[in-house]
Nanobody, 121 residues
Framework: QVQLVESGGGLVQPGGSLRLSCVAS????????MGWYRQAPGKQRELVAV???????NAADSVKGRFTISRDSAKNMVYLQMNNLKPEDTAVYYC???????????????WGQGTQVTVSS
C-alpha cells in the first residue's frame, strides 16, 4: 500500500557530506512522523533522527551538530543532510514513516529498503 524509497547513499571520504532522500508513495491520506535509522554490520538498528508533522526534530547524540533532518510534506519526502562524516557513520540507512492510509483508519509504520553509506579514505 505504501512504499518508501531512499536515495543518495554512496562512498565518501571522512569529513565529507552526503544528502539522503526518501519519498513515500502509494495509498497515503496523511503522514505523521518521518525518520532515519541506520544499521552497521553486526549492530542493531538505531535511531538517527526523526521529524514530526509540526517539523519538530530529534536526533541521536552521535550525530547532533553534523546531521540535519528535514521534510517536504507536499512531496511526502524526508531528507537527511550529513556533514563531517566519520567512518563510524558507515551503515545502511533506512527511512520510515508513520502513515494513515484512510481518513478514519489508524496509522501504520512503513520502512524503506535502505541505502548504503560508506565513509572511508
Amino acid at each position: 500500500q505504501v512504499q518508501l524509497v531512499e536515495s543518495g547513499g554512496g562512498l565518501v571520504q571522512p569529513g565529507g557530506s552526503l544528502r539522503l532522500s526518501c519519498v513515500a508513495s502509494g495509498r497515503i491520506f496523511s503522514i505523521n512522523a518521518m525518520g532515519w535509522y541506520r544499521q552497521a554490520p553486526g549492530k542493531q538498528r538505531e535511531l538517527v533522527a526523526v521529524i514530526d508533522s509540526g517539523d519538530s526534530t530529534n536526533a541521536a547524540d552521535s550525530v547532533k551538530g553534523r546531521f540535519t533532518i528535514s521534510r517536504d510534506s507536499a512531496k511526502n519526502m524526508v531528507y537527511l543532510q550529513m556533514n563531517n562524516l566519520k567512518p563510524e557513520d558507515t551503515a545502511v540507512y533506512y527511512c520510515n514513516s508513520v502513515v494513515k492510509t484512510t481518513k478514519w483508519g489508524g496509522s501504520s509504520l512503513y520502512w524503506g529498503q535502505g541505502t548504503q553509506v560508506t565513509v572511508s579514505s
